[in-house]
């Protein structure tokens, strides 16, 4: 895990390189222009060959986990597979060339690799191994990373309860005093009720490490979360930076009955509540499948993009209410992220969004959004031919759709998904779970070709820990990257998107910055002093150091 000390011709390529000038476009009426990247499918050839299927309890979920399984720092893949065994490819992409990817063995039996919805990577023992938490259709699964890209089922060595359920989403949090995460799994419909589908969505739990006498981690039996109404994302977040994070569950309107989106308290040492009309909490009902949330304005609360079928919501707290009230507006349409029909094709019918993600996908500075589509199965009412959605942030502060430029709108069943530097080039790839299709694997080019990419904007990719602390991922973190008087920040989370999450380097854009001012608010709530460092690098910021290391890909 040590760092290289060279660098390749292609890392001081692009360190070289600011150009922002580019021949494809995303432009709005107003006249914003910001680069559209180029990607291109390359699963087949990167060696993925993978597929997301099953029977109705498969129509929701199908996964990813993007982390380094193996100590390289190079982002390696969890696909789950439904009906079909869950699969772990180990990156072998040189860098700043094409993908490649080889298949392992999960060394975990094969009923334990089946019937997975989701994967989202966590240290959950502090060994600065990364772990694996898997949501299924049964019994979910704790797997203990080894360091080699293998796993043991440490559910019994826990005392974890995996239940029964049918889990379609997960977040964790360290919460204050505690040594070891909290962990909340979402659960979607009860399938022992009575009338099951319809009005029969389960509860949700809720676990609470404990620490033995001889400092073991245990969890024992969960806090329900009640009532559930059909969760498909969750995510911890720290909504009006009270430095305590509260759960916000994205919930499926299609199977409950007198339900709504939710916020709940998690105070310390406290059971949880659900905020209600009297907390300020407003009534909202979608078909809740993803979250993606980032601090657009940089005001320091948090947007969030709620995807569902037909519209995406975009909410901003309501801070001239009050900012201590979950009061929240909703600002899709006025930035232009409803994403409600498909932008390519004929099929005018309501989109279906899945999962959703902030990430700068062409390095310019600003967010761009990501969302997987796709109809559910054959629903009638749904668009059938429903691409996959590229916002790409404008200067102006909207948003413009350039998926069908981009080349990602293929007629496909998005579900999970990931954006991630699998090369390690500085542009950002997208691998997406498809729904009864192969996995999809997207190479981004910058504003290159097939015969070889081209950097859009600079760039830093930024990996924080905490060595021999409590959480040593740093959840919980903000990190703050500033370039002249421009300042992004993105928190440091495990939940939300949809049944997928991802661990390690966090990517900025810089556009024509070629220097930045790192900066980190520790989960405690503790700042660093400023790094600065300079663009188009791997940089590692340990807690406590007095300089920034580089990592230098081979």
């Known amino acids: 895990m040590r760092p290289l000390i060279r660098s390749g011709p292609a890392f001081l390529a692009f360190a070289a390189c600011a150009a922002m000038t580019l ?50 720092r190079r982002p390696d893949l969890f696909l789950a597979g439904g009906k079909n065994p869950a699969q772990l490819f180990v990156n072998r992409s040189p860098t700043g060339g094409a993908l490649r990817f080889a298949a392992t063995d999960l060394s975990i039996d094969g009923k334990s690799a089946a019937k997975v919805l989701g994967a989202y990577p966590l240290d959950f023992d502090n060994d600065d191994i990364l772990d694996l938490v898997l949501l299924r259709l049964g019994e979910n699964l704790l797997l203990k990373g080894k360091g080699d890209c293998s796993f043991d089922v440490a559910n019994r060595s826990l005392s974890f309860n995996g239940g029964r359920e049918w889990t379609t989403a997960f977040s964790a949090t360290y919460e204050a005093g505690l040594d070891f995460p909290t962990l909340a799994f979402g659960n979607y419909v009860d399938r022992s009720q009575p009338g099951a589908p319809w009005g029969t969505c389960h509860d949700n739990f809720l676990f609470r490490p404990e620490k033995g006498d001889n400092g073991a981690l245990s969890y024992p039996e969960p806090v329900r979360l009640s009532p559930g109404y059909c969760a498909l994302s969750i995510l911890f977040t720290d909504w009006n930076r009270s430095g305590e994070p509260s759960l916000r569950v994205s919930n499926d309107r299609h199977y409950y009955r007198g339900g ?28 809740g499948m993803g ?39 909703d600002i899709a349409f006025d930035l232009g992220v409803t994403a409600h029909r498909p ?64 080349g990602i709108g293929l007629d496909r069943r998005g579900r999970g998904a990931g954006l991630a530097d699998f090369n390690a080039d500085g542009l950002l790839d997208l691998v997406v779970v498809n729904r009864a299709a192969p996995v999809s694997l997207f190479r981004n080019l910058g504003h290159g070709s097939e015969a070889g990419p081209r950097p859009l904007g600079n760039w830093l990719a930024v990996d924080v820990r905490q060595p021999g602390k409590v959480n040593t991922r740093a959840v919980g973190a903000k990190i703050s ?27 900025f854009g810089l556009g024509v910055a070629e220097r930045a001012n790192i900066r980190i608010k520790w989960p405690d709530g503790d700042w660093s002093h400023a790094y600065r460092v300079f663009a188009n690098g791997h940089v590692i910021i340990e807690r406590g150091a007095e300089k920034a290391r580089l990592w230098y890909p081979e």
């Open 343 to 406: 932008y390519a094709g004929e099929d005018l019918k309501p989109s279906t969004g899945w999962h959703s993600e902030f990430q700068d996908v062409n390095n310019d500075g600003l967010w761009d959004l990501y969302i997987a589509k796709g109809n559910v199965e054959a629903m009638p009412d749904f668009a059938a031919f429903d691409p996959d959605n590229l916002l790409i942030g404008q200067w102006n502060g909207k948003f413009v759709e350039a998926g069908g430029l981009s």
């Open 481 to 507: 990257v500033k370039t002249g008087n421009r300042t992004v920040v993105k928190d440091i989370q495990v939940g939300g998107g949809h049944a997928s999450g991802q661990m390690g380097f966090v990517h």
């Open 260 to 287: 709504q989106e939710q916020l709940w308290a998690v105070p310390p040492n406290r059971p949880p509540r659900p905020y209600r009309k009297t907390d300020g909490w407003q009534h909202l009902k979608i078909w």
């Open 23 to 72: 021949p494809s476009k995303a432009e709005d009426a107003r006249g914003s222009v910001a680069p559209v990247p180029t990607f291109v499918e390359e699963a087949k050839s990167a060696g993925i060959d993978h597929s997301y299927d099953g029977a109705w309890e498969y129509f929701v979920g199908g996964g990813s986990a993007i982390f380094d399984c193996n100590g390289d």
């Open 291 to 329: 979250i993606a949330s980032v601090d657009l304005d940089v005001d320091g609360f948090p947007e969030y993009a709620l995807t569902s079928m037909g519209d995406t919501k975009l909410q901003k707290l309501d801070v001239e209410t009050d900012e201590t009230v979950p009061v929240y507006q």
